[in-house]
């Protein structure tokens, strides 16, 4: 180890830090500034990663966690040579650059995760884990070992309090992810105040009691760390590992050390005598000395070494393997076959049954047409109806399994999901509950941001649920996820729409998906062939019922109440015309044209029905339309009784049209 070298990197990255949040008034030095050694030992040593090829797929994974503290990775990115200028730094948080207040994936080369919420990130880190895991098991050979990577997340106090975080350490020792590796940046301080006001727990203890190797360290001591990364890294016991790091917040500028005043910028302004500390120049910000230059430079020559050598085993492999590499090269592409349509089985005129039945039929073949895709659920399989039929549970023994057991982990299982979706080998999907979502609502909201092909799937769709009364069934969730920027939410009207809401899932590559599904029994529209069903789902909306004379009133349904709007329409007559929108936003995106063919201007007797909040529906009925809606939480009796009590039956739409 090069002690100099590493020393006189971990101060000029304290400079960055300094020189980026002075210069906009904004930022967390505290972070950056307290844990300057464990980056200089993580980048400048331990790390396997080639900056030209930041997705190697063979690349150690590193996660901030504490997305707060962005200045940390960017200033070791930019000194590690990843694409990351002086300027980008310079444009810290700044309109348009490539270094934004919190790490965001897609943004910036090098990041791998969108984190700022906290916890979230050491939730994505044990589902690159769980991926990493997966993605061995899968793809290496006796002759061959493409995947033996590691993954590291460096968190703080704030991360470790939320329990998105307590809900994955829990899965991730009791799933023996022995390839991940957590950095507590443990400073004994949060942003208010010491952290002895909001914490007393024992660490240590805490991290052995869920099933993990502990090691605790001074995070100053270069040695120390190095010493610990080397051990986490080699010691495979199905345990996940957790170094505790004892650090002083903000160390480098006396005034604020130590305290909670250096958690945020409050340290900014006494840099000038910090930097002179530091011994950086005082004529030059954004300093970084040549024989840094010159460190980082060798340690990228070794790096891009050993990417050729793992190139060459790659390319062996494939040769050796070109099933296996086809797949693989799928996985990473986001491939989905061109006829997945085809290969899902279309359902006998006479079906019958809830949406998360007829899903059940199609997740399996989804699975069978695209052996990247993973399902999992919130302890709810049997209720959800997502697990894959001989595909076998993910676990420390069999860590090729495709079904994924959560346990009531709702906000971890979101995150996690994420976290595979970060990785990009393998398509993700969870389930539970609609009435559940707000417990993943972080996790979805990142999902759309960063733009992952997650696929959430809800259950128990609305006041249908019944019997189990008003704390089961949704009725404001359907729209709070609409109102998702970047979020799909489909909520398919029978079992071909079914079909068609999981095509338009898996073909979806810059988003999540929401797929909402009924627990009641809905009959088919046989009126209409699969095919049509199917495509007008990846529309977002379509006629489902054309008028057999001229046009004078549209009815408008999605869910199960789309056959209280074909039925209706038959007690009507010639001039109503059925619209199924099972997706909003799909419908949104479409053509002027295309959106005119399905609801044409000229036509403004309009009713909407769905047993949920009536807000959204407006844009689509007008101020002359009416929309048929449950403003109010449900009631507890059975479904079918509680859809007749709050409007929700053909009846209902017909007196609307006749009103």
């Known amino acids: 180890m090069n002690t100099t070298a590493l020393i006189t990197a971990a101060n000029e990255a304290r400079g960055l830090a300094m020189d980026a949040i002075h210069a906009c008034n904004s930022g967390h030095l505290g972070l950056p500034l307290g844990c300057a050694e464990i980056g200089a030992v993580l980048f400048g040593e331990s790390l396997n990663y080639n900056p030209d090829a930041p997705r190697w797929l ?59 919420p906290l916890g979230q990130g050491i939730a994505n880190a044990v589902g690159f884990a769980l991926s990493g895991k997966r993605a061995a098991a899968k793809f290496n050979t006796a002759e061959h070992t493409l995947f033996d990577h590691n993954v590291i997340a460096l968190h703080g106090d704030g991360c470790l309090q939320e329990g998105v975080a307590k809900e994955a350490i829990a899965f991730a020792g009791h799933a023996g992810l022995d390839n991940l590796i957590l950095i507590y940046d443990s400073n004994d301080v949060t942003l208010d105040a010491m952290a002895e006001i909001t914490q007393g727990e024992d660490a240590a203890q805490y991290f052995e009691s869920q099933g993990w190797d502990v090691a605790t360290i001074d995070g100053h001591d270069l040695a120390a760390i190095e010493k610990a990364l080397q ?81 060459a085993t790659y390319d062996a492999w494939a040769k050796a393997n070109p099933e296996l590499a086809k ?19 279309t359902f006998p005129a ?77 398509r993700s999907s969870g389930a539970t509950f609609l009435v559940f979502a707000d417990y993943l609502r972080p996790a979805i909201r990142l999902a759309a941001l960063s733009k992952l092909p997650t696929t959430f799937i809800f259950t128990h769709d609305s006041v249908g649920v019944g019997e189990d009364g008003p704390t089961h069934q949704p009725v404001e969730t ?27 899932a898996m073909q979806r590559t810059d988003g999540p998906t929401a797929l909402i599904l009924t627990r ?76 005119e063919s399905v609801l044409p201007k000229a036509c403004t007797k309009r009713v909407a029905i769905e ?30 009784v509680v859809m007749e009590e709050l409007g929700m ?5 017909v007196s609307a049209v006749s009103k």
């Open 520 to 595: 009641q029994a809905i009959p088919l529209m046989n009126d209409l062939t699969s095919d049509v069903r199917r495509d007008g789902v990846l529309r977002g909306g379509y006629v489902a019922v054309k008028e057999k004379g001229e046009l004078t009133t549209i009815l408008i349904g999605t869910g199960s109440e789309l056959q209280h709007c074909v039925e209706a329409a038959k007690q009507l007559g010639d001039g109503v015309r059925v619209v199924s929108m099972p997706c909003l936003e799909r419908f949104d995106r479409q053509s002027c044209d295309y959106k």
């Open 350 to 426: 006479d079906y019958k049954d809830a949406t998360r039945s007829a899903g059940s039929k199609v997740i399996n073949d989804v699975a069978k047409a695209m052996p990247q895709f993973l399902t999992g659920s919130a302890d709810l399989f049997g209720s959800t109806k997502n697990y894959l039929a001989g595909e076998g549970d993910f676990s420390r023994t069999n860590p090729a399994g495709r079904n994924i057991w959560f346990g009531i982990r709702e906000h971890a299982m979101g995150a996690i999901c994420n976290g595979i979706s970060y990785d990009g080998i393998f």
């Open 327 to 345: 797949e693989l090269s799928e996985g990473v592409a986001h491939t989905t076959p061109s006829d997945l349509s085809s290969k899902i089985s």
């Open 231 to 311: 051990i986490a890294k080699s010691n495979k016991d199905n345990k996940p590992k957790v170094i505790i790091a004892k650090t002083i917040i903000g160390k480098g500028i006396p005034e604020v050390a130590g305290s909670a005043k250096a958690h945020g910028e409050g340290g900014a302004k006494f840099i000038a005598e910090a930097r002179a500390a530091l011994n950086l120049p005082a004529d030059e910000h954004f300093f970084v000395s040549g024989e840094t230059r010159k460190f980082f430079a060798a340690r990228t020559e070794a790096s891009v070494k050993k990417f050729e050598e793992w190139q």
């Open 58 to 116: 063979n690349r150690d994974r590193f996660i901030l966690s504490a997305g707060h503290g962005s200045m940390f990775l960017y200033a070791w990115l930019h000194l590690s040579g990843y694409a990351v200028s002086k300027d980008d730094v310079a444009n810290f948080r700044k309109l348009h650059s490539i270094t934004p207040g919190h790490p965001e994936y897609h943004e910036t080369p090098g990041v791998e995760a969108t984190t700022g």
């Open 478 to 504: 359907v729209s709070g996820l609409r109102v998702i920027p970047g979020l799909d939410v489909i909520r398919p009207g029978d079992a071909e729409e079914t079909a068609g809401a999981f095509i338009a």
């Open 649 to 653: 039956t053909a009846a209902d739409v």
């Open 611 to 640: 047993a949920g909040v009536s807000g959204l529906w407006w844009k689509y009925v007008g101020s002359e339309g009416k929309v048929l809606g449950i403003d109010r939480f449900g009631i507890s009796a059975p479904g079918n």
